[in-house]
């Protein structure tokens, strides 16, 4: 999608701080981040939102990525989260599938 942010930080015409790339999968640190480490994870292709991603390679492949960035970063030690907020109640503002990875923190639950 062209006029996506994320697609454009996939693409590498958008900067960001990338942390990890592989197979359909990119990820980079969050610019507003929320805790000591926060680091979006997101499918190269465009996909809008959680319930449009039908194919169960998605998810390996994220979760592949996610499990080797939360040990790159030390965070199997203490705890992390994966969060994805999907649609507007969630306060979904990019528009393209992403799963925030949250961590080096005590994170408060339930979250608001
Ligand atoms: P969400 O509210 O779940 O849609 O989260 C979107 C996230 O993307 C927020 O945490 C933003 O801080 C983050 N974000 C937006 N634009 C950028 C960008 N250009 N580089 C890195 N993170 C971004
Ligand atoms: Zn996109």
Redesign the pocket.
Known sequence: MNDC?FCG?ARGV?E?GKVYSGGDVFA?????P?APVHI?VIPSQHIAKLEDAKDPAVFSQIFKAIDIIVKEKGLDKNGYRVVV?SGRDA????PHL?F?ILGGRTLNWPPG
């Open positions: 942010i930080i958008i960001s980079f640190n969050d610019i507003n929320q979006v907020n306060g979904q503002a990019v992403h925030h």
